[in-house]
């Protein structure tokens, strides 16, 4: 168990390090725009994201603007609730994913994949789906 709780302290530094590093990009940046980018139309909700990408509102409301300022995303008011707005990915927004996405792929490979051998990905995908949904 103490392998357990120390892999999910060291997993997310790791890969957020290795996006940092060939990407400048943190791995929370990353999340959002891959969120963003697996929805019909490349937007949710402000909360929404923010629950996704398990941050607080504000905390969300930070890391929208500077994506925005870099030209990732746009924020606009929602047309089914004014007091609300939602994110949608620029083209730049997704241009930028595809091209941070190969790292990001390394780095999961590298850090966690490689380590896994001829374990069942599909019952291990399975886990990590069922967990995710209790939690």
């Known amino acids: 168990m103490r392998a357990l709780g ?4 060291v997993m997310p ?12 990009m943190s791995a929370s940046e990353y999340s959002v725009l891959r969120h963003l980018s697996e929805t019909p139309d490349q ?3 402000m909360s929404e994201l923010a629950a996704a990408c398990d941050m607080s ?7 929208a603007a500077k994506l925005e ?6 924020r606009i008011r929602c047309e ?3 007091r609300g707005a939602n994110a949608v990915l ?7 994913l595809r091209e941070a996405w190969p790292t990001h792929l390394a780095s999961v490979r590298r850090h966690i994949f ?3 051998g001829e374990l069942d990905l599909d019952r291990l995908a399975s886990a990590f789906a069922a967990m995710a949904t209790d939690s």
Do not use: C, I, N, P
């Open 69 to 74: 300022s870099l030209g990732y995303l746009k």
């Open 80 to 82: 089914e609730d004014a």
């Open 13 to 24: 530094r790791a890969l957020d390090a290795d996006l940092m590093r060939e990407q400048r």
């Open 90 to 96: 620029t083209e730049r927004g997704l241009e930028r």
């Open 57 to 63: 509102l504000s905390g969300m409301t930070r890391l």
């Open 6 to 9: 120390r892999f999910l302290l």
């Open 43 to 45: 937007r949710m909700r």
């Open 114 to 116: 490689d380590h896994l």
